[in-house]
């Protein structure tokens, strides 16, 4: 019996773009200076919320690690839990700030979704 050879089926993720319409979005971005600007303020914006969910994840392991063993890196508990509240409020103004630059798109999905 011969070996079978089965293709892979071409992914997003691979590479295959015909089925994202956010790839055309982004080449008229690129060809357009006004465009642009808005997409990188929304990638850098994007950006940093993500660097700010990793310090959200390192300020709990600090806070669950300084309740077990008294303190992490120098810091108490109640230092963790006051960095948190500071750190919570912050993260909350950003996420207002980009559900507001995103909400035409928010809007559009939620008619999608409720049809």
Not at 52 to 64: R, S
Not at 103 to 109: G, I, N, S, V
Request: proline share 3%; with cysteine; aromatic share 10%.
């Amino acid at each position: 019996m011969g070996r079978q050879v089965f293709k892979r089926q071409p992914s997003v993720a691979s590479g295959c773009t015909a089925m994202d319409p956010r790839v055309k979005l982004f080449d008229e971005a690129m060809k357009n200076p006004e465009m642009r600007r808005k997409m990188q303020i929304k990638a850098l914006f994007s950006v940093l919320l993500f660097v700010m969910f990793l310090g959200v994840i390192f300020i709990t392991a600090g806070t669950l690690i300084s309740n077990k063993h008294g303190t992490f890196l120098g810091m108490t508990h109640l230092d963790y839990l006051k960095l948190r509240a500071k750190y919570g409020m912050v993260m909350m103004v950003l996420i207002i700030i980009h559900l507001g630059m995103n909400w035409d798109l928010l809007k559009k999905e939620m008619k999608f979704l409720l049809g």
